[in-house]
């Protein structure tokens, strides 16, 4: 796995051994931030799920200003801290070794993006996007990509936001979703 564009073009990330962590192949990846590229310049994101860090390190590749890195598992926490070392983007990275819930309220900034990609089949995005809705860290316009099976449809609108993408990728689906006015 790698970063695929921008000033840390090349840059291999360091993956699990094991398949305690579904990191988004470059593939998806790309195609994720094709979408992207008009909401990324001096961009806040939030990696929430953030595993290998490799969305919220290609969002700062791709000129996002900060990126904050949310994981509950210490082994994929060390693995983003590992990562955002070996980038040399300590700077415009704020980790939090939290559950998504408890982060959200620890994050002052206003996010521009906000990646989802919580264990599928868990009911755990729609439950995020209700949490992301409570918390006010988006604004209207605010956009959300969410990653999940492909053969879970989301709906058009869910939690005051509207679906304005859907993609499929084999056996991962991509939503983006946008912040509809409070």
């Known amino acids: ?36 590229m008009p909401y990324l310049q001096d961009s806040v994101v939030v990696d929430l799920f953030a595993g290998t860090g490799s969305l919220g390190l290609e969002a700062i590749s791709r000129g996002a200003k900060r990126a904050y890195f949310v994981d509950k598992d210490r082994r994929s926490i060390a693995l983003v801290r590992e990562n955002v070392h ?16 408890s982060a959200l309220s620890r994050i002052h900034d206003t996010a521009d993006i906000v990646f989802l990609d919580p264990p599928y089949r868990t009911g755990l995005l729609t439950e995020c996007m209700q949490l992301l809705r409570d918390s006010g860290i988006l604004p209207e316009g605010g956009i959300v990509v969410a990653e999940h099976d492909s053969h879970d449809s989301m709906p058009d609108q869910i939690a005051g936001f509207r679906k304005i993408r859907d993609r499929r990728y084999g056996k991962i689906g991509i939503s983006v979703f946008e912040q509809e006015e409070k």
């Not at 070996?86 to 998504?100: F, K, N, P, T, Y």
């Open 1 to 36: 796995m790698r970063i695929i564009a921008g000033e840390l073009k090349g840059r291999k990330l360091v993956t699990p051994k094991d398949d305690s962590v579904r990191p988004t192949t470059d593939k998806v990846k790309e195609a994720v931030f094709s979408m992207l």
């Open 86 to 101: 070996h980038c040399g983007v300590e700077d415009r990275a704020v980790i939090l070794c939290s559950d998504h819930a």
